[in-house]
């Protein structure tokens, strides 16, 4: 009851969230009946947040703005200007922030990352974390949140809500969260300069080899595992693709390449690549994609 009665009085009450977006966000909320809005992200501007169309999206029954950096599935990386910008929407308009963090400080060379809670001084930031993605272990299902209680807007009733909402989903067993001192505290550093620094050349040389492709502009990112890249639907209408869903699934059928089309993050007219691929299959796997382009565009 104490679970519910939290989601009336702040969770079920309306959200807004990024576009292009993680797809879970919309599909808990549909489980749940709580309201919801997107804002977009700019794909000309490195998928910054178009402030201008959040605050538009804003209204009285808006209670938070949530945010993913660094994001799934752009691989964008706010700057701590940008997510002042963010935080500076959030207070004038009275709302608290939702950041999705879980790729905290998986940013690549010129990117620092910054945490959200360290740009706000009056708005309440609920920070989501884990080890699944900057571990590499998805099957530990090890998470958490944080508050930042500023302007001491989260009460002690909220805060045992939100324990017992957490109580709801199946949570990790005891070894594994055991392990979690060890993992946060004794982790060399090399291993994090290592792995972002893998993430980056993969992502540079998706971006390198698909530039220049016929009807495709790639996005290079500034963090996390993805890449986006936008489809210029028109050069395909001849060869009977109409949208970003048929261009992936023809592209599984007559080059074997799977990517998540854009409409799954309610961005058409695009596709998610996944850069976490074996160096040598990078490739094998951008000559696919060209050649489907060559094959099937004007």
Known sequence: MEFEIFFKTFFYQRHVFPRPGFALYKTICGVYGIPYDFYNCSADNNWEVDLMDLKSKICDETVAILICNPSNPTGSSFSEKHLKDIVEVAEQSGLAVIADEIYANMTFSGKKFTYTHQVSDKVPVFSVGGIAKQYLAPGWRLGWFVIHNRSNRVTAEMRGQLVSMCQRVL??????????????????????????????????????????????????????????????????????????????????????????????????????????????KIKVATDRIRQFCEDNCE
């Open 171 to 280: 949570g990790p067993c005891g070894p594994i969260q055991g392990a979690l001192p060890e993992i946060l505290l004794n982790t060399p550093a090399s291993y994090y300069t290592e792995l972002n620094s893998k993430l980056e050349d993969a992502g540079k040389t998706f971006a390198s080899e698909l530039k220049g492709v016929k009807g495709l502009t790639p996005i290079m990112p500034g963090g996390a595992m993805y890449l986006m890249v936008t489809i210029d639907m028109e050069k395909f209408k001849k060869s009977g693709i109409k949208n970003d869903m048929e261009f992936c699934e023809r592209m599984i059928s007559e080059q074997s390449v799977f990517c998540l089309p854009g409409c799954a993050f309610d961005f058409p007219g695009s596709f998610r690549i996944v850069v976490t691929v074996p160096k040598d």
